[in-house]
């Protein structure tokens, strides 16, 4: 056992038995460095990705590699979704180098961590114009004995140049009509009418741009953004991105169709596309939106919910396929002769049509991914059901992937508000009830008394790294979905300790600019800082959303004036690059839309107060809050001075200091939230 033995990761412990001595991050291992006076290997992976899997076999369990990185190297192992900021850093470097980034990472360092050597995925022998990993180890190696001085300026001239760069962030005004209708059209010319999504392969789901698009069309009218967003979901869940037994999206597709996916499932896909689908049906009452959001709900409240009540982070892309080999996809594709197996004939004839599984097969070895290619005629139901029923069970017997049991605080947070919102739409309080209880662990296990977070915990056991701005930012907003949700106060003022923070640590007091990590974390050779959104909202964009939804539920003139500055940002960027900073985009949306007050007045047991309360939450008007209680409830800011009308439950609904009469009939209220504000 090496020196990851005692960490929390899942990732980490994956390496705790391989013969390299491999050190977490940390100033000791920094020091070992000065004080052997050897390089530092750095390596970043995490534990569902299927090339570091591959990685490790081959170069960190053999035992002569091992044996040379010992003697020549100090090796330090890091998981990027423990220590995103880590791997931000040291991956701008790689891309600005070499064009191109990616995971397994391998960065060499000097011992004051600053880079000098970069790459990802080394094989164990040279390949397809790849030097093998000993090369590479024996070339660093020779450079650091033999030229230390050219070494230390190639280090120290990639950190000035790191330490140098700045982004356009805009300027004070935040985005409007024109930018906001520039980023449609940017949207519009990338996008694949063909299959839908957006560029070509591989393809990615487009979440957050989705949420934009939703969000444009509920307040302008624009069907052809409607359009872009029904056809999109419909592919991808037609698709072999998304499980057709079990539920839930793979990470994304290898190519421009959507038929093969990379099999590993993310908790923060799942938690958005899950909330994606439930926006879709609430603005087009589609059917197959209805069955994707609460499919993909059952799978992370099965699949991923934790003992301690959170929200695991992934399923591995590989598993054992039968014979003793781990094989990408194992768990998922069939066979025509598989169906039979399980089936019968006449079954399997049934199933390989409705699924698309051929002889030939769509994927490896004459497997099929599972898909709903477009169907003809009607399909029996009833045997459809006892189909899927019967392979589910079947599949259940094969060896499952690997889950990352680490818990991380963004990811959950967005899990959290997933949940708590399709609980409500589609009368499934079970639903609310396991958002409640990843939010009670955030509290219990990721929050100190100062009301700071750490970002990941396993098992039980807070881990010991500080929370980024995502953590702060993605919490905040599962807190202000239950607040919306539940009527609850508690989640509104612990969604207030956190954005408190935000204005503080990780705000730029003259710009308004915001930093990844907090004024008073570790000191890295540059402070990440990155508002463009990737697989998950930025931290950048999320603050700016938490902050608004937040100003707006209490009135917080600090909180709006800073999300204002954030969104300065997606003035400049919306137009140029839409597809890479869609919850900007959206977040843009709720401010220029208002975005709407709503407070519901009545008892909680009155079936007007109901009503009403349903209506508000499907109202499509962009980031409109809710609050519900009882008239002159001090549990929330927005239901002071609201009384009843004629002694019945009303609505409250305003905007830009400007408040409609209010109503107590659940239609007019309806009318009200999903009108336009062109």
Not at 176 to 197: F, I, K, P, Q
Not at 312 to 338: F, I, K
Not at 490 to 504: N, P, Q, R, T, Y
Request: hydrophobic share 40%.
């Amino acid at each position: 056992m090496n020196r990851l033995a005692h960490e929390t990761s899942p990732y980490l412990l994956q390496h705790a038995d391989n013969p390299v001595d491999w050190w977490p991050w940390s100033a000791e291992a920094f020091d070992e460095a000065r004080r052997t006076n050897r390089p530092v290997l750095l390596s970043v992976g995490y534990s569902s990705c299927h090339w570091c899997h591959v990685m490790a076999h081959e170069s960190f369990e053999d035992e002569a590699t091992a044996a040379y990185l010992n003697e020549h190297f100090v090796s330090v192992k890091v998981d990027r979704e423990e220590r995103p900021d880590v791997d931000a850093v040291y991956m701008e470097a790689v891309q600005a180098a070499t064009g191109q980034g990616g995971w397994p990472m391998t960065v060499f360092l000097t011992p004051d961590a600053e880079p000098f050597y970069f790459g990802t995925y080394f094989p164990p022998e040279p390949r397809h114009g790849m030097a093998s990993f000993r090369q590479v180890l024996e070339g660093v190696s020779t450079a650091w004995s033999d030229r230390r001085d050219e070494v230390a300026e190639v280090a120290g001239k990639i950190t000035r140049d790191l330490a140098e760069r700045e982004m356009s962030f805009g300027d004070s005004r935040v985005p409007g009509e024109e930018e906001l209708a520039g980023a449609l059209l940017g949207l519009t010319r990338d996008y694949d009418a063909a299959r839908g999504g957006f560029g070509g392969a591989p393809k990615f789901p487009p979440s957050m741009v989705i949420e934009f698009l939703l969000r444009h069309h509920a307040r302008t009218g624009s069907e052809g953004a409607l359009q872009m967003a029904v056809d999109t979901c419909e592919r991808m869940a037609r698709g072999g991105l998304y499980d057709q037994l079990g539920g839930g999206f793979a990470r994304y597709s290898v190519d421009r169709d959507w038929v093969i996916p990379h099999f590993e499932k993310m908790l923060y896909d799942n938690a958005l596309l899950c909330r994606v689908y439930a926006h879709l049906w609430r603005s087009t009452g589609s059917e197959l939106a209805r069955r994707v959001a609460l499919e993909t709900a059952d799978f992370l409240v099965r699949e991923l919910r934790t003992d301690e009540g959170g929200f695991a982070s992934a399923l591995d892309a590989d598993s054992e396929d039968g014979t003793g080999r781990h094989v990408e996809g194992a768990y998922y594709v069939w066979t025509p002769a598989q169906l039979r197996e399980v089936l019968g004939d006449a079954d399997a004839e049934f199933a390989a049509r409705y699924f698309g599984v051929t002889e030939e097969g769509t994927f490896e070895e004459g497997a099929s991914v599972l898909q709903l290619p477009q169907q003809e005629g009607v399909v029996d139901a009833e045997r459809l059901a006892s189909v899927r029923d019967r392979l589910l069970a079947a599949r259940a017997g094969r060896p499952a992937p690997g889950r990352d049991d680490k818990v991380v605080a963004a990811w959950n947070g967005l899990a959290v508000a997933a949940l708590a919102e399709t609980g409500a739409y589609f009368g499934r309080p079970d639903l609310v009830e396991a958002a409640i209880g990843a939010a009670d662990l955030l509290v219990r296990l990721h929050m100190d008394d100062r009301a700071r977070l750490v970002r990941t915990s396993k098992d039980g056991r807070a881990g010991a790294h500080a929370g980024v701005l995502e953590d702060y930012a993605d919490v905040a907003e599962g807190f202000l979905a239950l607040t919306s949700v539940t009527g609850e106060g508690v989640w509104l003022e612990f969604a207030g300790f956190l954005l408190d923070h935000v204005l503080v640590q990780f705000t730029d007091a003259e710009s308004g600019a915001l930093y990844d990590t907090a004024a008073d974390a570790e000191r890295l050779i540059r402070r990440p800082q990155d508002p463009t959104d990737n697989a998950t909202p930025s931290g950048w964009s999320a603050a700016a959303g938490a902050l608004l939804s937040y100003s707006a539920q209490t009135g917080a003139e600090p909180h709006r004036t800073a999300a204002e500055r954030a969104l300065g940002v997606v003035r400049a960027l919306g137009p140029r690059a839409p597809r890479f900073i869609g919850w900007g985009l959206a977040v843009a949306e709720a401010l220029l839309d208002g975005p709407r007050e709503v407070a519901v007045v009545g008892g909680a047991d009155d079936p007007a107060t109901t009503a009403l309360r349903r209506a508000a939450l499907m109202g499509t008007a962009p980031g409109a809050v809710v609050a519900v209680g009882v008239p002159e409830s001090e549990e929330l800011p927005l239901l002071a001075g609201r009384p009843l009308v004629d002694g019945k439950p009303a609505a409250y609904v305003c905007r830009n200091f400007v408040c409609d009469v209010p109503t107590t009939d659940p239609d007019r209220l309806r009318a009200v939230l999903n009108g336009r504000n062109a």
